[in-house]
């Protein structure tokens, strides 16, 4: 395998697309290994594809992109304008409420830092403040979204580790909170240095908070309408995949009817390039796991870490720290695919809980969407905001360690996690 890992890194530095890099690095494991037939990678790669439990991956992002277009997203605009328009920091405090309100609608870090970017960015400039902050606020902002169900990266972990993918679902509300806490106070802090004033002067009246959750409330109610789904056994995550799906267009044509034949054709047409890419991505991967569980690295890496010493909440410290390095080079959804199979036996081996360890590797994982130098939720928004890499990696500092010492905080209090998902499905 330590061919493999550098053809990978080559691979990976010379600005290959990732999902190449992994599906042509995997293929020189099977040319090293003569006794491997040649013809794995192909039935490997297409196996992948025929997972069930993956079709809820297209069928949600169907419905976010449906979702997106059909009037759900003004409208929780105005919502979270509603509930942070008064705190310090304006829109960059009304940024990550919309996050956290998207999160039951697109569950995709990237497709919320470009969509917010361009909706609150240029204001955001206009207001005063500078590129590197407002570009780094709707970044991290985003990591919300996947945390909140329905995310694609627990679906993907879910399935890869046989974990329930409807107690991660659960699992992930108490950290985005967390998450929504910690980047708050980040902006409080810096825009009472700098001076900037909050989005509304006054309380909203009991009106506009009435008409503001009333226009939010179809957003609102679809989390809850899936895990009520999942907890009463009604659908399987694959089905509650395609009852979005109708949902989504039920909320467009039926009660916002804001979505016609045009917003339909977007959605299937970005949908089919999301879809596209996300499942290419899983099929090659499949062909580099399969070195990695014949060379049995999980077995090796779980050695060397337990020859380190510490109980269970010390390697996950070092995960976290591994997967935060490895964050600055790979992306979010490489990571989930690829580390999951090394990582996870390792915390059973422990007696950790695999969805207390699920949220804590998608949180630090996700967070490599925002560093330098691949991170795409990052280049996503300086793209839009013209902001330089270097003004924006110096001003996101604090947001860096805002959501690093929640990661760090769901180590040592597995509560903080388990404990929706025991409070709906039971203790596990």
Request: proline share 6%.
């Amino acid at each position: 395998m330590i061919l493999v890992g550098i053809v990978f890194a080559i691979l990976v530095l010379i600005g290959m697309p990732i999902a190449f890099a992994i599906g042509i690095s995997g293929v020189v494991f099977f040319l090293q290994n003569p006794d491997l037939p040649i013809t794995i990678p192909v039935q490997l790669g297409v196996s992948q594809t025929q997972n069930f439990a993956l079709l809820a991956i297209p069928l949600f992002i169907l419905a976010g992109n449906l979702m997106n277009l059909s009037g759900i997203t003004k409208r929780l605009l105005d919502l979270a304008s509603v509930i942070t328009g008064r705190l310090r920091g304006g829109l960059a405090q009304v940024t990550i409420a919309l996050s956290a309100l998207m999160g039951g609608v697109s569950g995709s870090a990237i497709a919320d830092a470009a969509m917010q970017s361009r909706m609150l960015g240029p204001e955001m400039l206009r207001r005063g403040m500078t590129r590197g902050f407002a570009a780094g606020i709707l970044s991290y902002s985003s990591i919300l979204t996947p945390i909140i169900p329905p995310g694609i990266g627990f679906i993907i972990y879910g399935t890869i580790g046989q974990v329930s993918i409807g107690r991660l679902f659960a699992a992930g509300f108490v950290p985005a909170a967390l998450l929504w806490i910690a980047l708050s106070l980040a902006v409080t802090y810096t825009a009472r240095k700098r001076g900037y004033p909050p989005e509304r002067d006054k309380r909203p009246t009991l009106s506009e908070t009435v008409s503001a959750f009333r226009g939010g409330a179809w957003a609102l109610m679809f989390p809850v309408l899936l895990l009520a789904g999942l907890r009463a056994g009604v659908f399987t995550p694959s089905e509650i995949g395609a009852v979005a799906v109708v949902y989504a267009l039920f909320v467009g044509v039926v009660v916002h009817r804001e979505m016609g034949r045009k917003e339909l054709t977007e959605s299937l047409d970005g949908s089919v390039a999301d879809v596209g890419g996300t499942m290419f991505l899983i099929a090659l991967s499949a062909i580099f796991a399969y070195g990695i569980v014949y060379e049995r690295v999980p077995d090796n890496i779980s050695q060397w870490m337990l020859g380190l010493g510490g109980g269970l909440e010390a390697i996950m410290a070092m995960i976290v720290v591994f997967l935060l390095i490895a964050g600055f080079f790979v992306d979010a959804t490489v990571l989930i695919i690829i580390l999951t199979p090394i990582f996870l036996p390792l915390i059973r081996d422990l007696g950790g809980d695999p969805v207390h360890f699920g949220v804590v590797f998608i949180v630090s994982a996700t967070i490599g969407n925002f560093t330098p130098p691949v991170g795409a939720a990052m280049y996503a928004v300086c793209a839009v905001l013209k902001c330089p890499i270097g003004e924006y990696a110096r001003e996101s500092v604090p947001f860096l360690i805002a959501v690093s010492a929640v990661a760090f905080a769901l180590i040592f209090i597995p509560d903080l996690v388990l404990f929706v998902p025991n409070a709906l499905f039971g203790a596990f």
